[in-house]
């Protein structure tokens, strides 16, 4: 069995201060890692995937996410923040075998970003 | 783009009705996914499918049926809608990239069952 834990369920930063929203995982197989972002009445939209090679991923809007297998995180990061990245994100793993059609995920963490 | 639509975004219905919600995708995904998403649970898995009438329970499947007659299109079922149905369903769906599933949500459809 596969699960998620975000370690915080909200987290408030003003605008240009960085930011770090943590999530770590279980599994007992190889594992596939995403981060989405969910604004505001809207669904959710794929932020940022781990599949394999290289540990740290990006975004096209700043973020970025290292996979550490050792300490089993997928921790996402941002230098500087904006208004606009207030929104839920969620972390989300999946397994390899047969158990990789279900993609798990964490139940969130709020960022709100303050002027 | 892929396009995963949901056709209702907003519903309100009774306690006992029967509740329809469709998706449909236009990017010929093979898997097709059903999520509810609550305040402080994240999302859980109601049903999915890997292909067309074929289905498989997630993790909270009571209450709920499926339909997957057409490639493109998901329906979720409520036979007699309950007010702890009240949420957000998102659909999702998905294609293979490097062995792992990569989803696409649609919009959401949010219930409120009085």
């Known amino acids: 069995a596969q699960s998620v834990t975000q370690l915080d369920s909200q987290v408030p930063v003003f605008e240009e201060a960085p930011v770090e929203l943590r999530c770590n995982y279980s599994?007992?197989?190889?594992?596939?890692l995403f981060w989405y972002v969910q604004y505001p009445n809207q669904g959710l939209q794929l932020l940022l995937k781990?599949?394999?090679?290289?540990?740290l991923v990006e975004s096209i809007n700043g973020f970025e996410a290292e996979f550490n297998k050792s300490q089993t995180s997928f921790h996402l990061r941002k230098p500087s923040v904006h208004i606009s990245d207030t929104a839920e994100y969620f972390c989300?793993?999946?397994?390899?075998?047969?158990?990789?059609?279900?993609?798990?995920f964490g139940k969130g963490t709020l960022l709100t970003v303050n002027p | 783009d892929v396009k995963v639509t949901q056709s209702s975004r907003y519903l309100v219905k009774r306690t006992g009705e029967k509740v329809f919600l469709e998706c449909v995708q236009d990017?010929?995904?093979?898997?097709m996914f059903w999520y509810r998403q609550d305040p402080g649970l994240g999302l859980r898995l109601i049903y999915f499918?890997?292909?067309?009438?074929?289905?498989e329970k997630g993790d909270i499947p009571e209450g709920y049926s499926v339909s997957r007659e057409k490639k493109e299109r998901f329906s979720l079922i409520l036979e007699s809608a309950s007010t702890n149905q009240t949420s957000m369903y998102l659909c999702?769906?998905?294609?293979?990239?490097?062995?792992?599933?990569?989803?696409?949500f649609g919009a959401g459809s949010r219930l409120t069952v009085l």
């Open positions: 990017m010929d995904h093979e898997n």
């Open positions: 781990y599949l394999s090679g290289s540990t």
């Open positions: 989300a793993v999946t397994g390899g075998g047969g158990s990789n059609y279900k993609l798990t």
């Open positions: 599994s007992s197989v190889s594992v596939y």
């Open positions: 999702a769906s998905s294609f293979w990239v490097r062995g792992a599933n990569v989803l696409t």
């Open positions: 499918s890997y292909d067309v009438k074929m289905k």
